[in-house]
């Protein structure tokens, strides 16, 4: 049986792919520590469930036993704390990315799958494509930034497989909804449930490319199964929807009781992605649209 580790598999995103490994029949080993304090937790009682922290080698080493496939999503994904304390976030982003690849690398794994941020284009010129440099405008972005050369570097040293996804606007099932910064698919959702206003940032002029958390995991999945031309290892792929929709079109989706709220300093006015490279390496396309995801769950 194939046996699949997954690193933040706790939390919103993680948890879904820890489902969908489970559906296709991998043994899966789930790896978190519950430290993001703007997510509930969710541990599947089918995986190997360990609580423990990426940047313990000891202990990453004992739970890369046996494991062919690696997904490495925990990191310190909260913007403001990582200004906050940047050491910290370098810590967690940096410190252990390495600590799971050189686990990975000692364990003899076939692939691992780096989840990382759209927001490491920064005020590039959009839509977004993986040639464009690096724009790294805060702690967060520079950490998984950092993290992604790790990555190759261990693909081009030691020949580690690794694939690095930049995720776009991630929404959907299990979505944090605590916090300023948590995806506003999800507060929004929030909001309108508890009868309350939908708060707006600006004018919601801006724009975002909202991606559905299945379609992230099946983009993981399918990098980990598929193969593909060696020299595309330790390269970057963007995971988005190619569609960037207004947050006040998104607002407009769901309720019509809206109130807004000063702008943000140093937010991007729009993502968008350009999906043509994990399109013909991976064969992956998206399909859920985000309109039609939030009719269905008003």
Known sequence: MTRSLVTGGAGFIGSNLVDALLEQGHEVVCVDN??????????????ININADVTDYSLMKTAM???????????ESRLQPAIE????????????????LQCAREAGVKKLMYSSTSSGYGMNSYPNVETQPDDCLNPYSASKVAAEKFCKMYTDLYGLKTVVFRYFNVYGERSPVFGQ??????????????????TIVGDGSQRRDFIHVKDVAAANILAATT????????????VGSSN???????????????VYIPKREGEMETTF?????VKEVLGWTPKIDVSDWIRENL
């Open 34 to 47: 519950e430290s993001a304090s703007n997510e509930k937790f969710y541990w599947n009682r089918d995986a």
């Open 65 to 75: 036993t046996n494991v062919d496939y690696v997904f490495h999503l925990a990191a």
């Open 85 to 100: 304390n940047p050491i910290e976030a370098i810590v967690k982003n940096c410190v252990g990315t390495t600590t799971v």
């Open 181 to 198: 910064y948590a995806p506003v698919i999800g507060i929004f959702l929030k909001q309108k449930n508890e009868g309350k206003s939908l």
């Open 227 to 238: 193969d593909i031309p060696d020299e595309y290892y330790g390269q970057v792929f963007n």
């Open 244 to 258: 960037s929709i207004s947050i006040q079109k998104i607002a407009d989706l769901i309720s019509n009781d809206q």
């Open 273 to 277: 992605a350009n999906i043509d490279k």
